[in-house]
């Protein structure tokens, strides 16, 4: 199979590479516009939200989590889509209701520069996160860490995307995610169609885990749905594509991403689940999986991770060039200075992989818990547009969240255990709750001391 996949990845990257005509000018590599100064169509940034945003490390985060805890944990890992509902709202606010060209803009706007150096240290760590999980998920599909085919598969597709993504920035990430998205959807389908003609979608797929409260699925069900009111904003390449197109356009794309690309996740997610309830003790879900459908379907399997891989590698170095050169302004606005960055994230990115942890939804449950200090700012400075609110309380919040993203990274790698026995994911629903309540008290506490000082 590897020579299979070897090959896709080949032609992937040759289609891509001709598709990413090399631009010549800023607006095209940092702003997404074609030579004629013209903004992507609806359907474009449909498929390029969606691709984006269907990680390879969402697949089979979704795919891994459906195995463990049933369709369950499969819904949990889905809810974290209705960020584009959320994340629509925000962009609606920020860009057409308050006038601003970037999430930066807002929180210097409302807290100074402290409010944008927060926000970039949060969406720095998360950018070369993605890097990093993408690039070790290719990894694994080609052997062990460590061996000479997981090194090469990494670096490989490391230079690759690297090469395209310097040559046509975001405008080049738009076209490659049109076609990556075409290629995903018609492997999908046809791995969906093997796997239901072999009979292996049924009603006992639900009864595999059932639900109990208490169970780590419906846990995490809740904590994403705690975590999508803020995950979004935390997000630049999502929060980038809300600042291309005409408001109407931009609110349909986010309105249509969010199903298109949950029903991805749980279909893809479904996979997992009938792992879990066919596996054999002993069998991990790939072995399980291999047993039940055989290579062609683990083919394409693998083959829909390489693809997602691909298309969200390269959005997270354009989202990394712009927030570098355009919106923190530490660079002149030039394309060599976009490329620089783009090649500093890629390089961040393999050393992680190299040296990093290897468990791929404690970086999506660390994120999503250090994007919460942004909760009170959505609800607070955003939707309610309080100007009141003291540089403080967001300094507050931002600490909260960070430690709250510290102590979940400690317990569930087992380096502390202040929190006691209980399953990972309840202590994060515990560290949620308090964060958001915690940040929100902050806020409503400093509006409050705000008008007090206001004169009679």
């Known amino acids: 199979m590897d020579i299979w996949l070897i090959a896709l990845v080949s032609a992937l990257a040759l289609v891509s590479v001709f598709l990413s005509r090399k631009v010549t000018h800023e607006n095209s590599f940092f702003k997404g516009r074609t030579a004629e100064g013209l903004a992507p169509g609806l359907l474009t940034l449909i498929f390029s939200q969606v691709t984006t945003w269907i990680f390879a490390r969402s697949l089979l985060n979704a795919a891994i989590l459906g195995f463990y805890y049933g369709i369950w944990g499969t819904l949990a890992y889905a809810a974290y889509y209705l960020s584009f509902l959320t994340g629509g709202k925000i962009v609606d606010h920020l860009r057409f209701e308050q006038g601003y060209e970037s999430v930066q803009a ?10 944008s150096r927060c926000y970039n240290f949060v969406i720095g760590v998360r950018l070369v996160s993605e890097v990093f999980a993408n690039l070790l998920v290719i990894g694994i599909l080609f052997g062990a860490a460590g ?17 395209y993504s310097m040559l046509g920035g975001l405008q080049a990430s738009l076209r490659t995610d049109f076609f990556q998205m075409m290629v995903f959807i018609a492997v999908l389908a046809v791995l969906l169609a093997l796997v239901a003609g072999g009979g292996h979608f049924n009603a006992d797929l639900i009864a595999f885990k ?45 309105i249509h991403a969010a199903w298109i690309s949950s029903i991805c996740i749980i279909a893809f997610g479904s996979l997992g689940v009938i792992a879990g309830a066919n596996a054999i003790s002993g069998e991990d879900m790939n072995q399980a999986l291999t047993r039940l459908l055989g290579e062609l379907p683990m083919f394409l399997f693998s083959a829909s991770l390489i693809i997602s891989a691909m298309s969200t590698l390269d959005s997270t170095l354009t989202s990394s060039a712009k ?35 290897k468990d791929l939804f404690s970086a999506v449950a660390v994120s999503g818990t250090a994007s919460m200090y942004l909760v009170p700012v959505i609800f607070f400075s955003l939707w309610a547009n309080r100007r009141d609110i003291p540089v403080w309380s967001y300094l507050g919040s931002f600490i909260l969240a960070m430690a709250g993203a510290l102590l979940y990274f400690t317990e569930s790698s087992g380096y502390t255990a202040m929190l006691g026995e209980a399953h990972k994911y309840t202590k994060l629903l515990w560290i949620c709750v308090v964060v958001m309540i915690g940040g929100c008290t902050l806020f409503l506490v400093g509006g409050a001391s705000q008008k007090q000082l206001q004169p009679a």
């Open 106 to 115: 807002f929180l210097i706007d409302r807290f100074g520069q402290w409010g």
């Open 210 to 254: 059932p639900f109990e409260i208490s169970d780590p699925g419906p846990i995490l069900l809740i904590v994403a749905l705690l975590q999508v009111w803020s995950y979004p904003m935390h997000d630049p390449v999502m929060m980038d594509r809300g600042f291309l197109a005409d408001r109407e356009t931009t609110r349909r794309s986010f």
């Open 147 to 163: 061996t000479q085919s997981y090194t090469l598969a990494v670096v490989g597709l490391a230079v690759v995307t690297l090469i």
């Open 323 to 357: 927030m570098m050169v355009v919106d923190m302004k530490l660079l002149p606005v030039n394309l060599r200075n976009g490329r620089m960055v783009m090649a500093l994230f890629m390089l961040m990115g393999l050393v992680m992989v190299f040296i990093g942890n």
